[in-house]
């Protein structure tokens, strides 16, 4: 993802891009790869999903990868991220591995990734650190849940994904975090309680608690019925109003370049196998 308005770790200007443009335009595109395979096997099984969070803000600000961007973010409704997860293993190619806490043991975080086994990154905060989980270049899916629009169910919202940052894995965003998996769950749990499906007009949707980052909350005529959006010269599904969608994410204008000391990337180093 890219500049957000969460808490990053204090060595920012390291983070910045510094990534060999060859060398991430390389990554950018095995990346590309996946997205399109997924997007597949989505169609051929019926199952929604759209971009998000900084592939969003590069479809509709650059149509294709934001410059220095180093990852692929999207979103599912709950019930068709557990519909991928039942069959990914069969469909998926050999090229891509299937990432969650039940695939990889050492995994340290909810939402699930799609991780490429032809290119490895390490992260900023996998720095110097032996890691024993697969470290494939990725893609992110988060799900996604409607809950009735209120007001209790906002600060609901809010305080249970910072409450669960607290409770996450050190990553770029979560730097201070305290790795729980057990209360993190029970938090993520609540919150599926909270999901009353689709088909109501005026619900909000949400991040499910997998991914706790931000606490954007969406309007659900604003997501679907999906629309479609180019991004690296291919039409993938995208929310109908992105504008609406990236104005909740982002406090900035989402239009205009950051400066360089705020274009931050996961990426410490990428290789290729």
């Known amino acids: 993802m890219p500049y957000m308005t969460i808490m990053v770790s204090p060595d920012l200007n390291e983070r910045t891009y510094m990534i060999d443009p060859k060398i991430l335009r390389k990554a950018q595109l095995i990346m590309l790869d996946m997205l399109i395979e997924f997007d597949a096997i989505c169609k051929k099984h019926q199952l929604q999903y759209w971009l998000d969070s900084g592939t969003l803000l590069g479809a509709v600000r650059h149509q294709g990868f934001i410059p220095w ?25 050999s090229e891509i591995f299937l990432q969650t806490t039940q ?3 050492d995994f340290k975080f909810d939402y699930t990734k799609l991780r490429s086994n032809k290119a490895n990154i390490v992260e900023f905060h996998e720095k110097d650190k032996s890691i024993t989980y697969h470290q494939g270049v990725f893609v992110d899916i988060f799900p996604m ?14 305080s ?10 050190t990553s ?71 504008s609406h969608y990236l104005n909740a994410i982002y406090s900035f204008d989402y239009m205009q370049l950051p400066p360089e000391e705020k274009r931050i990337i996961h990426a410490h180093s990428i290789d290729f196998t």
């Open 172 to 242: 770029l965003h979560t730097p201070n975090g305290k790795d729980n998996p057990a209360k993190r769950s029970t938090l993520i749990a609540s919150l599926k309680q909270k999901h009353h499906g689709w088909g109501i007009n005026k619900s909000k949707v949400i991040y499910g608690g997998e991914m706790p980052d931000v606490a954007a909350w969406f309007d659900i005529e604003k997501i679907l019925p999906l629309a479609t959006i180019e991004f690296e010269g291919h039409s993938f599904p995208a929310p109908n109003k992105p």
């Open 160 to 169: 249970t994904l910072e409450e669960i940052r607290n409770l996450s894995s």
């Open 103 to 105: 695939t990889d043991q």
């Open 69 to 93: 961007d180093d990852d692929i973010d999207l979103s599912m409704p709950v019930e068709d991220y557990y519909e991928f997860l039942k069959i990914a293993k069969s469909e998926l190619s």
């Open 145 to 158: 849940l409607s809950i009735e629009n209120t007001e209790e169910n906002k600060k609901y919202y809010d």
